[in-house]
């Protein structure tokens, strides 16, 4: 008589650690294992119980299409045993029956892409799993069917008429890029589980384009530091600058932040997980203690629930910020955007560009930056050494503000020069402080 059992793979996949489950058949000395298409972690499996673990509705409906599979082989077995009782049988008499109801099973269910990218998804940080979800929607925009397209109907062809609908909404390839990367990471995570063998990328090229200018020169963030704001700009401005001088900290971890103990702020950046141990330089500190909060280090906690409704705000205000001129036409005055395109982002690009002119060497940027570098051993010694990231620190916040290049002055402050211009009156004319009024906003 042949018997059934379900059996856990027991090498996983190295980028997910999940193991495919198998269906395994025996009669007498023979065996023949069959995968069923799930993969699950090993966590959730009984191993003495030979069954999946259901901790949520997900695993439930998982045991439940496992189990239903199962019970039709058996009752499969059983029907050719009755039909054969003066006969005997022979594994490969089995075979046909069992490979028909998993082919079945398979065609009912291969309808997966979907539920694959969310099971992936989930396995992610929150701002990563809104990204996966985003690349779902921007599919069910494009195709009707995209909750029930199984792999085999993602084939070139379609990605490549994906992307050409993205690009009526999206001009940006580097955008589309993203979603056509999340697609891809779902079939790596399929073909590392056994779930598919299909790939439609072998032969689609993902091409970049240059990046957009993300900086702000040394001048303009001077420009931007002084600019005649209202009130509520002048806010955002300050914070834009805190950022900067904690060498780019993203806003999530900005937000986060609750104390500054010894002169320095501890984290692990939210994005990496990587520990960042930075100085609090008395310039960075005057705007902690100006937008102290009540919650947390700074205010954006006391108003906002989370750090995205703030950036949305904040980056906004920032792109409004020029010169308000007068339309002849219209009769009305509007503003001409001084800093086309800025946001927070910008601060982390600005910090390193400004200090790459410096001369501070590429390993430090990127230890600043929480990067790896090319250069394991260096790397290492500038983890634990924090010391030169709290050099270029200081020597970036020496440059930016007071005009001195390494402890020499190089550029008077309020000068036209500090702010790339040419003349008093270029200055003058949009209102930036000269060096005596700069002298006392200083102090």
């Keep these: ?204 090229k993902l091409r970049s384009e240059p990046t957009a200018k993300r900086s702000l020169s040394v001048q303009e963030l001077r420009r931007l530091m002084y600019w005649p704001c209202d009130k509520r700009q002048r806010y955002y401005v300050s914070v834009f600058m805190l950022m900067f001088y904690l060498v780019g900290i993203n806003m999530v971890d900005l937000y986060d932040l609750s104390e500054v103990r ?44 989370d750090h995205k409704n703030f950036l949305s705000h904040m980056n906004r205000q920032l792109k409004r910020i020029g010169r308000t001129v007068y339309d002849v036409r219209s009769g009305e005055r509007k503003v001409v955007p001084e800093f086309p395109g800025l946001s927070s982002y910008w601060t982390r690009h600005t910090w390193a560009t400004i200090a790459a002119d410096l001369d501070v060497t590429d390993e430090v940027i990127a230890a600043a930056l929480g990067h790896a570098t090319p250069f394991a051993v260096t790397d290492i010694y500038i983890r634990r050494n924090m010391k030169k990231v709290d050099a270029a620190g200081r020597k970036v916040i020496d440059w930016v503000l007071y005009g001195r290049r390494d402890g020499e002055p190089d550029v008077v402050p309020g000068s036209p020069e500090f702010y790339g211009y040419a003349t008093d009156a270029e200055r003058d004319a949009v209102g930036l402080p000269g060096p005596d009024q700069l002298s006392s906003i200083t102090g």
């Design 1 to 204: 008589m042949a018997t059934l059992s379900l059996n856990l793979r027991k090498k996983p996949a190295k980028s997910t650690g999940f193991c495919p489950l198998q269906i395994a058949i025996r009669h007498g000395n023979k065996r023949r294992f069959y995968g069923i298409g799930i993969a699950i972690h090993p966590t959730e499996w009984n191993a003495k119980k030979g069954e999946i673990i259901a901790r949520d509705s997900v695993g439930r409906a998982r045991r439940a299409r496992v189990m239903a599979m199962v019970n039709a082989i058996e009752r499969s077995i059983v029907e050719l045993e009755l039909n054969h009782l003066a006969c005997s049988l022979e594994l490969e008499d089995y075979l046909p029956a069992i490979e028909e109801i998993l082919k079945g099973s398979k065609a009912t269910h291969k309808h997966s892409f979907a539920d694959r990218l969310l099971e992936f998804a989930a396995k992610k940080k929150d701002s990563t799993k809104w990204l996966y979800e985003t690349t779902l929607n921007r599919m069910r925009a494009f195709d009707r069917r995209a909750d029930s397209l199984s792999f085999e109907d993602i084939d070139r062809k379609w990605l490549t008429d994906f992307n050409d609908f993205m690009a009526k909404t999206s001009k940006s390839q580097n955008y589309r890029n993203i979603h056509l990367r999340n697609i891809r990471a779902v079939f790596n995570y399929a073909i590392d589980n056994e779930l598919t063998t299909c790939y439609p990328f072998q032969r689609l």
């Design 262 to 305: 010894n002169g320095r702020i501890t984290y692990r950046r939210s994005k990496t997980g990587r520990f960042f141990d930075l100085a609090v330089e008395p310039e960075a500190m005057k705007l902690i203690k100006r937008l102290k909060g009540k919650k947390k280090l700074i205010d954006i906690a006391d108003s906002y629930t």
